[in-house]
């Protein structure tokens, strides 16, 4: 990770970005230590230079999964210096569980995972935000990006109680009517887990693979 994250020059990159595109940053810097991050919509290439200035607006250094492969030479600097952790080969098969075990380790950990785990339309997020939360016990932040509106943050936060259909239906009502850069291409927050028995909480299921 770079020296500055969360610090003045990247503060200066993420509101001289913003600015320059329009944009405004609703919401205040949260003051959780460690929570993982939604970051939706997710329907285009913008949605990462998006989030990255949005955090450094907030001074809310983000992390998020890669594969190992990613972080060789010569962008791997880069890619760890922009907040990617690398996974070997070992903990892909129980990412959820690797997860877990960097918000035991870490004094400060914002993780970032798009919920839709691709640009285009899916018919489920991956429940692995979920999962992760639950296990670790730290609440999930509602990070957002609305192009039409053309306003960036984080807009809550819903701490897992077990009940995924109810948990769900607040995060379902917070997107809404927040639209992507292309809604088209948008997927409706729901988790396969909501059509079958409850009990997504439960540690087996918590800690079976993204």
């Not at 509602?142 to 995060?171: H, Q």
């Amino acid at each position: 990770m770079g020296n500055d994250r969360g610090g003045a020059l990247t503060y200066w990159i993420g509101k001289t970005w913003l600015a320059a595109f329009g944009w405004k940053l609703e919401t205040q810097a949260p003051t959780d230590d460690k929570f993982v991050l939604i970051a939706a919509p997710h329907t285009s290439g913008w949605d990462l230079p998006f989030m990255l200035a949005t955090s450094y607006v907030m001074r809310v250094p983000i992390s998020w999964m890669g594969k190992q492969e990613l972080f060789r030479a010569p962008f791997g600097g880069i890619l760890r210096a922009l907040g990617g952790i690398p996974i070997d080969r070992g903990a892909r098969k129980n990412r959820v569980g690797w997860a877990v075990d960097q918000f035991e380790r870490a004094e400060h950990l914002v993780l970032a995972i798009p919920a839709e785990g691709t640009r285009g339309t899916v018919g489920h997020w991956k429940s692995g935000f979920y999962r992760i939360a639950t296990a670790a016990q730290v609440p999930i932040g509602l990070g957002y990006l609305d192009f039409e509106k053309k306003t960036c943050g984080i807009g809550g936060f819903v701490t897992p109680t077990g009940d995924v259909r109810a948990d769900m239906e607040r995060i379902r009502a917070f997107y809404r009517d927040v639209r992507g850069k292309h809604p088209a291409k948008e997927s409706v927050p729901r988790l396969r887990e909501e059509d079958e028995a409850p009990g997504v909480g439960s540690p087996e299921l918590a800690m079976s693979a993204v």
